[in-house]
């Protein structure tokens, strides 16, 4: 008899459908490794592939591209030498998603404005940095802005997982 | 509400992952498994939670999670093809003394297995002395012991 034919006593089998359930089970075996690798990379946040940069108009950022809900992380601003008060403008989109826990150092000032907040801090004519600690809140592709004074805004986005 | 979701999302996860690393963690529990379980229960404990540790959240989590297990042994019940699904289908691994090798491959159990399921709820001691080897749906292994020569004479005289 075929060692996968279905043998019906004692018990009656499925064989047909427990062989199918082992080719599932390899295959689930593989997603979980798939998983694991990419985890290792970064997509899930904290790694390489997680790392964003944008620069220009005076400020350069770097941030989590990949972030999880309730996770904190770092925002650094680097201010281009200049004015020793230096004001960041952050959109509604970084209020709504992110809670601030700590910004490094403390700002002078803070104010809210129509499309989000401000901070301002007082930094060295040579420029300086400015780290912002949050604890990501929202779920999915998050649209933030930034601008330094009154120079254009640098947008990048976050993708914030459950 | 996104309690209740949270807890939906969680249970059927989980039950897959349970469910593709196939039966040997779920019967014969080892030192190993009995660890992985802990942190699998302690790491999807706080995603759950999250900052919430008021009375409601765990009444909405604890009544999520029951009725959940309570639907799917109703369906479990109601369909055949079902109980296959969720909870595996027996398969037997020693028939009438024959050992089925392949079988035993794929469900990662080798012989040794057998073995110390047959000492331990039979005391036996040999292949030969074992009739039907069965992977339960459970996980477990049960055996059939064959009736052995002196055993069955011992028998008559009785």
Do not use: C
């Not at chain 1, 809900?69 to 020793?84: C, D, M, N, V």
């Not at chain 1, 040579?126 to 640098?154: C, F, K």
């Amino acid at each position: 008899m075929d060692e996968f034919a279905s043998r019906h006593y004692p018990v009656k089998e499925h064989m047909r459908f427990q062989r199918r359930m082992w080719v599932v089970e390899r295959v689930g075996w593989g997603v979980l490794g798939l998983i694991a690798v990419l985890g290792l990379t970064g997509l899930f946040g904290s790694g390489w592939l997680s790392r964003g940069t944008a620069a220009g108009n005076g400020l350069s950022i770097e941030y989590e591209r990949f972030e999880r809900a309730t996770r904190l992380s770092a925002f650094a601003f680097h201010f281009a030498p200049g004015a020793t008060e230096r004001t960041l403008h952050l959109n509604r989109g970084f209020q709504k998603n992110y809670q601030i826990s700590r910004i490094e150092p403390e700002p002078t000032r803070s104010q809210a404005e129509p499309d989000g907040f401000s901070l301002t801090f007082a930094l060295p004519p040579e420029g300086g940095s400015v780290v912002l600690w949050a604890h990501a809140r929202g779920y999915g592709i998050q649209r933030i802005t930034a601008r330094s004074d009154r120079a254009p805004p640098l947008s990048f986005s976050t993708m914030i997982y459950p | 509400m996104d309690s209740v979701l949270k807890a939906v999302v969680v249970f059927f996860v989980l039950w897959g992952i349970i469910r593709i690393s196939g039966r040997r963690t779920l019967g014969e529990m080892t030192a190993f498994d009995f660890v992985l379980f802990l942190i699998i229960g302690g790491s999807t404990q706080r995603a759950i939670t999250g900052e919430d540790y008021s009375m409601t959240n765990a009444l909405l989590l604890v009544a999520t999670f029951v009725i959940l297990d309570i639907g799917l042994s109703m369906l479990d019940l109601k369909w055949p093809f079902m109980r296959r699904v969720l909870n595996a289908t027996p398969t037997i691994l020693v028939d009438n003394g024959h050992l089925l090798v392949n079988r035993m491959r794929r469900a990662r159990l080798t012989q040794e297995h057998i073995l110390e399921a047959a000492r331990r709820l039979h005391g036996l001691e040999r292949m030969d002395q074992i009739k039907f080897a069965i992977l339960e749906a459970s996980g477990d292994i049960s055996i059939v012991p064959a009736i052995q020569q002196g055993t069955a004479k011992a028998a008559r005289r009785a």
